[in-house]
């Protein structure tokens, strides 16, 4: 397995935890201001937060040493600020 394919494969899991984590905010967010819980929305906002920046770093790390086109890549970025953006990118672009 190449160094490409493995970075490939830790980034299309990243999309899909990232994608998931987006779900666990939403969870959190109503528990947080619909039922007075705040708790779970700060650790799941830290895991998310956690989980959208490797994600950017993934999409760095292919437009720069992979020399992935910059549209391509724009729009992969772009996915990581759209709810369930990177469900759609992983399947799109990542498999």
């Known amino acids: 397995?190449?160094?490409?394919?493995?970075?490939l494969q830790q980034f299309r899991l990243f999309a899909i935890a990232e994608g998931f984590s987006w779900i666990?905010?939403?969870?959190?967010?109503?528990?947080?201001?619909?039922?007075?819980?705040?708790?779970p929305n700060k650790w799941i906002?830290?895991?998310?937060g956690?989980?959208?920046i490797i994600y950017c770093l993934y999409v760095a790390y292919f437009f720069i040493k992979e020399k992935w086109n910059f549209k391509t890549s724009l729009i992969l970025f772009i996915t990581a600020f759209?709810?369930?953006?990177?469900?759609w990118a992983e399947k799109k672009y990542l498999r």
């Open 50 to 52: 956690f989980l959208f």
């Open 24 to 39: 666990g905010l939403l969870v959190t967010m109503f528990l947080k201001y619909k039922m007075n819980m705040p708790e």
């Open 1 to 7: 397995m190449t160094e490409t394919t493995k970075a």
């Open 82 to 87: 759209v709810p369930f953006g990177t469900f």
């Open 45 to 48: 906002g830290y895991i998310h």
